[in-house]
């Protein structure tokens, strides 16, 4: 599903190398972890994947199901099936969240050649989704993100997901803010989402969230590359003894 | 043909030395066909004076420090090409219209002026009539209006302003009354003096649209009873080459609600001044305006200037200014809250924001307080900023391409003044103008080039 090869990163306005040398294959079907200390690249992998500005690709490749995603604007990648949780998702007065759906999964499905979802047939859906993360119609109602709290945000970022069914999920640290039954709630959300075609990148610090949604394979990653793979083990591991060891192993 | 007994009040003023200025003044003048008036003659005979007492503005003055008058000092305008007439605004909604083309009251196309609890009147038929209940309040709101600030542009409408709609309310108006402004002649140079008065308990809507000429002036003095509630909205034509100069002066008494916005989506040179005066204890009066200028039909500047006065207690008011700058155009405010001694619990809020969309454009912020009373609470607010990069990327990366992102974004932007409309059929109208004008638009780099990623 995705596939990242040799990927090397800097900033755009700085002489600062983040990534150096990224290689990470995420097979569809399986959750991949990756969790490393402060300042080791994880957001910047996710941003860059996703196609933020600022970065600059010195080195390597990245591809989803083949189709190099690189030279892709953001939203192509979107439409390709690439969907990316904010660790600190926006808030966007005056545009409804509703609108701000529909608007998405319609530009999606035209992007696709796919028919736009009518009015009716997009409500009933999110309906459904929303219920099953406790979203209520008047949080739908509201602006973007604007005054929700910090589980509510995580909820409605979950929920996006759910809506776009997109193939490639990245999570950027969804459980920091989060208290154990916002986590609960937001892990069987994306729990529900599991299936066979669909595959999972969940970056976080903590092992915690992986008691929630159980990963195949666990990446250690510091100073912008892939030091450790493992199990499900690896995040007990760093849990129990942190990430000095465990990189002090690595050298 | 100017009118001569009026331009002889003017003789005594200049009497003495001649100041810069004053030929330009008599040129504008002199331009200008002056109407005579009837119950309105002593007010346009007194503006008469004081326009000359006060002259022209020129670019030395403070209150003209940002935008230049010269094209509204200058004695015709250019003529220039109509934009074309794409506007359906508020046609869906019930209401009294009343046509002006290129400043003439246009009978035929207007509605018969008649509804429950409401007199309506254009000003140039009702100048014969004496005793007329404008006569107190013609030109007058305009003249208190010149105190601590001269706007020489109000007065020389209060002289030159030959039509305009009178309203007198006494009850509350189930439509809104919509004046709709036609333009045929490419050099059109029209005043419109509107007066509303809303006697005590009276409800209004005034609605304005359309394209009133290639230069425009209009004056509109309401003056708000006990309990009162006026809403006035204002959206003028789409890239309309214009210059435009409107003044609002209200009065608002005790209990009374004051709600004015204005719509600006594009054009050349505007400037439109608010003069609100609350009166009365327990009023209210807001007041907004949500603006996009392109500089790709010209130059564009817009410029926001108001001046509300507390003057009694437990008082609310607000400002919202959004303005969108896009290819060079340029975005003033200059806003003031005056809290006269005495006016206890006053609360006063301002905003002015301005979005540059590209480098080129430019938006200047004068916020003013002046605080005489003790126990107020006034906040003002300024920002200048470029559309929010993050904010972007989290829209793109959900599939909404740049484009439809923009629009958005601009559209989250205006959200607070657009707010300030409090009739939602109203509101989703103009709603709708902006986003069509916007998703038009989009991804048009105009000349500047600024839509590249």
């Keep these: 599903m995705l596939e990242i090869k040799n990927l090397h990163v800097k900033l755009e306005d700085e002489d600062k190398q983040i990534l150096k040398g990224v290689d990470l294959t995420v097979p569809a079907g399986e959750v991949h972890a990756i969790m490393g200390p402060n300042g080791s690249g994880k957001s910047t992998l996710s941003y860059v994947l996703s196609g933020r500005d600022g970065y600059e690709v010195t080195e390597g490749e990245a591809s989803l199901e083949g189709e190099s995603l690189l030279e892709m604007e953001p939203e192509e990648r979107a439409a390709a099936g690439l969907f990316l949780a904010f660790q600190y998702p926006v808030e966007i007065p005056g545009v409804g969240n509703m609108t701000f759906l529909r608007t998405a999964v319609n530009a999606q499905r035209k992007a696709r050649g796919e028919e736009e979802l009518s009015s009716a047939e997009f409500l009933k859906l999110i309906r459904e989704k929303a219920r099953t993360l406790k979203i209520d119609a008047e949080m739908l109602k509201r602006p973007v993100n604007v005054g929700f709290s910090g589980g509510e945000k995580k909820r409605n970022e979950i929920l996006q997901m759910a809506m776009l069914e997109p193939r490639m999920c990245i999570l950027d640290e969804t459980d920091s803010g989060l208290d154990v039954d916002a986590m609960r709630l937001v892990a069987e959300g994306v729990n529900a989402l599991r299936s066979p075609d669909r595959a999972f990148l969940v970056i976080t610090h903590y092992q915690r969230l992986l008691d929630h949604i159980r990963p195949d394979v666990v990446h250690i990653m510091a100073d912008g590359r892939i030091v450790r793979t493992g199990g499900p083990e690896l995040a007990l591991q760093v849990e129990q003894h942190g990430y000095g060891d465990l990189l002090a192993e690595v050298g | ?453």
């Design chain 2, 1 to 453: 043909m100017a009118d001569t007994a009026v331009l002889a009040a003017q003789v005594p003023a200049v009497e003495g030395k001649a100041r810069p200025g004053d030929t330009a003044l008599a040129a504008r003048l002199d331009a200008l066909d002056l109407p005579r008036g009837g119950f309105t003659r002593p007010a346009r005979e007194d503006a008469a004076q004081r326009l000359q007492a006060m002259g022209l503005p020129g670019a030395r003055d403070e209150y003209w420090r940002y935008t230049d008058p010269a094209a509204f000092n200058a004695a015709r305008p250019q003529p220039v090409d109509l934009a074309a007439d794409t506007s359906t605004l508020f046609t869906g909604i019930d209401r009294l219209n009343i046509v002006f083309v290129d400043g003439r009251f246009d009978a035929a196309a207007s509605d018969a002026l008649e509804a429950e609890g409401v007199e309506i009147e254009s000003l140039a038929a009702a100048e014969a009539r004496a005793d007329h209940w404008a006569a107190g309040l013609y030109g007058r709101l305009e003249a208190a209006g010149q105190v601590p600030v001269k706007r020489p542009f109000a007065t020389l409408n209060t002289l030159a302003a030959a039509e305009g709609v009178l309203i007198r309310v006494t009850g509350k108006l189930d439509r809104p009354v919509h004046i709709t402004y036609r333009r045929s002649a490419a050099d059109a140079d029209v005043h419109l003096h509107h007066v509303v008065k809303l006697e005590e308990g009276a409800e209004l809507t005034l609605l304005e649209t359309g394209s009133i000429g290639a230069r425009s002036n209009v004056v509109i003095e309401a003056d708000l009873g006990q309990g009162a509630r006026f809403h006035h909205i204002s959206a003028k034509r789409a890239n309309d080459p214009k210059l435009g100069l409107g003044h609002i002066f209200a009065r608002v008494a005790a209990e009374a609600l004051f709600k004015s916005f204005t719509l600006t989506v594009n054009g050349l040179m505007m400037r439109n001044e608010a003069v609100i005066d609350i009166a009365g204890d327990d009023a209210v009066a807001h007041i907004a305006a949500a603006v996009l200028g392109d500089g790709d039909i010209g130059r564009f500047h817009h410029d926001d200037t108001v001046f509300i006065t507390h003057a009694a207690e437990r008082c609310e008011s607000r400002q919202v200014f959004k303005k969108v700058l896009k290819n060079g155009a340029e975005g003033v405010f200059q806003g003031k809250i005056l809290v006269k001694p005495g006016a206890q619990k006053t609360d006063g809020y301002q905003i002015s924001q301005g979005l540059l969309l590209d480098e080129g454009s430019q938006f200047l912020a004068k916020p003013e307080l002046e605080i005489y009373a003790d126990d107020v609470k006034c906040s003002h607010g300024s920002t200048t900023g470029a559309l929010d990069e993050t904010a972007l990327f989290y829209l793109r990366s959900r599939g909404v391409p740049k484009e439809r992102a923009i629009v958005l974004l601009v559209l989250s932007f205006l959200a607070d003044a657009l707010d300030e409309i409090e009739d939602q059929r109203l509101r989703d109208d103009i709603l709708g103008r902006l986003e069509d004008w916007l998703t038009a638009r989009a991804g048009n780099p105009g000349k500047a080039g600024s839509g590249g990623a």
